[in-house]
């Protein structure tokens, strides 16, 4: 699988680390997992590192993709953010966020890893 989790207890978080050339349904399997992961906790804060991935959602994928995060928000109860390297990918992902908002998920996007490193060792009550 073009992904893999990185579960920190003492930090109260979880990494999706993404990479190589995915779609919508590995960007949701890779979601799924996590969920299914036995030491994920809904009060973790989750990174999904996107910035080695190709991911390039059509609108209408953001959106199906935004709805299926809203669909799931029960299980991230804190923080969700989204690290990308490109203008297009932060474009992408912001749009995902908007739609994910509709459906009552709280999503940050960060093009800056400087700033989601700032996010991560953030307190976390």
Partial sequence: MPFF?????????????????IDLTT?????????AIPNFYPGYRVLIDLRRANFQPSAAEANT???????NRGFFKNQV??????????????????????ANFNM???????EVTMWIKQDVH
């Fill in 65 to 71: 993709l935004g709805l299926f995060l809203g669909q």
């Fill in 27 to 35: 960007f949701k399997t890779a979601i799924v997992g996590l969920i």
């Fill in 108 to 114: 940050m996007v960060f093009h800056d890893h400087k």
């Fill in 81 to 102: 953010a989204v690290v990308v390297t490109s203008t297009l990918a932060y474009g992408l992902a912001r749009m995902t966020s908007i739609y994910a908002g509709l």
């Fill in 5 to 21: 989790y990185i579960i920190s207890k003492k930090r109260r978080l979880a990494v999706i680390m993404v990479y190589g050339l």
